[in-house]
């Protein structure tokens, strides 16, 4: 929903990062989205993301939706520098903005004399420049002194914004930073700089997966007020996908749990603590360690998702288990308002 975070949680291997890959539609190969829809609401009217061509959504990647991934150094090309790998975002996706502050630099310059004469001829190059950056005519004019210097401009822009989005993510002396390589960055700095990608053009939806797994508390909590904030400051929405509750409960206005690959119950976040109704979620709560209770874990494996289980997945481990549920998979269900479960209990 507009401006929530919703919580993905479940064990390794359920299935979360999956999903998140599969609303940008970039599952990897050999894996391949086989059926279904995935909605989006844009600008007020739902767009179905598997109906569209790879132009139109590398267009909606970053600028509508952006992904953190859960290791930053994976993310980051170690042959560029951070301001080198914000800026490509920026330039993708902000270009016109900063064409018209490339332009603007460079008319101040020309009115002051240090850009030199601007003929009536690189006039008209600079209003083409102006309504169409990337037109094949400016390639072939490339030699022209002023799209040199206008190209220069450019890039100094595209730094500049890049600096700023490092002092939003509170990194100090971004100045340095902006010029420094993925090997030089600390594990909560590469992080910082992986979520200033992701918000360089303030998206609709930011999907987090799991992006304080490799990092120390201390950075932890750091990054999730961090994000917290960002959410707050952009009006973005949040899928934040995790295995730990504890986060759950910090940052997540609504949850879904997941389990061997299906969504098994959907609710708030008060709601999924304080209620929780599929046997599944109840034993992930009862899991959790707490001082001077015994430790509880949940018996048995999780399933091969290549041979499932019939039936309901969760049978094989489930203490409620039912005939049914071992011949027949249930359907999500509203079993309270706004709480869905997928279970025979509540059916």
């Not at 975070?5 to 391949?32: F, Y």
């Not at 020309?110 to 190059?125: C, D, I, M, N, R």
């Not at 994000?227 to 899928?239: H, N, R, Y």
Request: charged share 25%; aromatic share 6%.
């Amino acid at each position: 929903k507009k401006g929530e975070t919703l919580g993905v949680v479940g064990e390794t291997g359920c299935g979360k990062s999956v999903t998140g890959l599969s609303v940008l539609v970039l599952v990897p190969p050999p894996g391949r989205i086989e059926g279904g829809k995935i909605f989006f609401n844009p600008k007020g009217k739902p767009v179905d993301l598997l109906s569209l061509n790879e132009a139109i959504l590398r267009r909606i990647r970053g600028q509508y939706i952006s992904m953190v991934f859960q290791d930053p150094r994976s993310a980051l090309n170690p042959v560029y520098t951070a301001g080198d790998q914000i800026a490509e975002v920026l330039l993708h996706h902000r270009r016109k903005e900063l064409v018209q502050r490339a332009l603007e630099r460079i008319s101040k310059e020309t009115e002051v004399g240090k850009a030199g004469f601007l003929s009536g001829y690189h006039e008209k190059v600079l209003q083409k420049m102006l309504k169409n950056p990337n037109a094949l005519i400016l390639l072939i004019l490339s030699k022209i002194p002023i799209i040199k210097r206008y190209k220069g401009i450019l890039n100094e822009e595209a730094k500049k914004e890049a600096i700023n989005m490092l002092k939003i993510m509170r990194i100090p002396d971004p100045e340095r930073v902006v010029d420094m390589y993925p090997h030089e960055l600390s594990g909560g700095m590469a992080q910082r700089v992986v979520i200033a990608m992701g918000l360089a053009c303030n998206p609709g939806i930011l999907i987090a997966d799991e992006p304080t797994t490799n990092l120390d508390v201390t950075v932890q909590l750091q990054i999730l007020h961090l994000i917290k904030e960002l959410k707050e400051k952009f009006a973005s929405s949040i899928v934040y996908v995790t295995h730990d509750m504890g986060v759950i409960a910090e940052m997540c206005d609504r949850v879904a749990v997941m389990y061997a690959g299906n969504v098994v119950e959907i609710a708030s976040a008060v709601e999924i603590f304080k209620n929780p109704l599929h046997p599944y979620t109840q034993a992930l709560l009862e899991s959790i360690p707490t001082p001077g209770k015994p430790f509880k874990s949940i018996e048995g494996i999780v399933p091969s998702l290549i041979n499932p289980p019939i039936g309901c997945r969760f049978n094989d481990r489930c203490s409620y288990a039912m005939e049914i549920c071992r011949k027949s998979k249930p359907k999500i269900v509203e079993a309270r308002k706004e709480h869905f479960v997928k279970c025979f209990l509540h059916q």
